[in-house]
Nanobody, 127 residues
Framework: QVQLVESGGGLVQAGGSLRLSCAAS????????VGWFRQAPGKEREIVAG????????YYADSVKGRFTISRDNAKNTVYLQMNSLKPEDTAVYYC????????????????????WGKGTLVTVSS
C-alpha cells in the first residue's frame, strides 16, 4: 500500500509558476511509476504527466509540453511537477497517482493503470 499526499497548489496569475509535490509513504517508492492528473470543474480527469521509476523516462500531455516538467527524488520519496507559463485553462485539482512496475518506461497504458491516488491539490490560475 502506498499513501500519496499532494502539496504546492494555490492561486497564481497567468504566466506564473508553481511547483507541486507528491510525497509517498508506505512502500519503496522507487519501484513505482508516478503520474500527475488534473480535473477541472465540469470536466473529466485528464493526464498531465508521468515518470518512470528510474526518473529517466517521462510522458507529457500535449497541452503542457514545454511548460511543465515532472521529476522525482526517490531518496525523498517525492515526485514534483514544475509548472511554468501557467494559463487560466490549467486551473484544476491536480492529483498524483502511482503504480508498481518493473518497467522503466512510462506509457499511456501505465498512466491508465494507476492504482494509488492522492486527494489532490487545487491550482487556480487567474487571468
Amino acid at each position: 500500500q502506498v499513501q500519496l499526499v499532494e502539496s504546492g497548489g494555490g492561486l497564481v496569475q497567468a504566466g506564473g509558476s508553481l511547483r507541486l509535490s507528491c510525497a509517498a509513504s508506505g512502500r519503496t517508492f522507487s519501484s513505482y511509476a508516478v503520474g500527475w492528473f488534473r480535473q477541472a470543474p465540469g470536466k473529466e480527469r485528464e493526464i498531465v504527466a508521468g515518470i518512470g521509476w528510474t526518473g529517466g523516462n517521462t510522458y507529457y500531455a500535449d497541452s503542457v509540453k514545454g511548460r511543465f516538467t515532472i521529476s522525482r527524488d526517490n531518496a525523498k520519496n517525492t515526485v514534483y511537477l514544475q509548472m511554468n507559463s501557467l494559463k487560466p485553462e490549467d486551473t484544476a485539482v491536480y492529483y498524483c497517482a502511482a503504480t508498481y512496475t518493473t518497467d522503466s518506461q512510462i506509457t499511456i497504458a501505465t498512466m491508465y493503470g494507476m492504482d494509488y491516488w492522492g486527494k489532490g491539490t487545487l491550482v487556480t490560475v487567474s487571468s
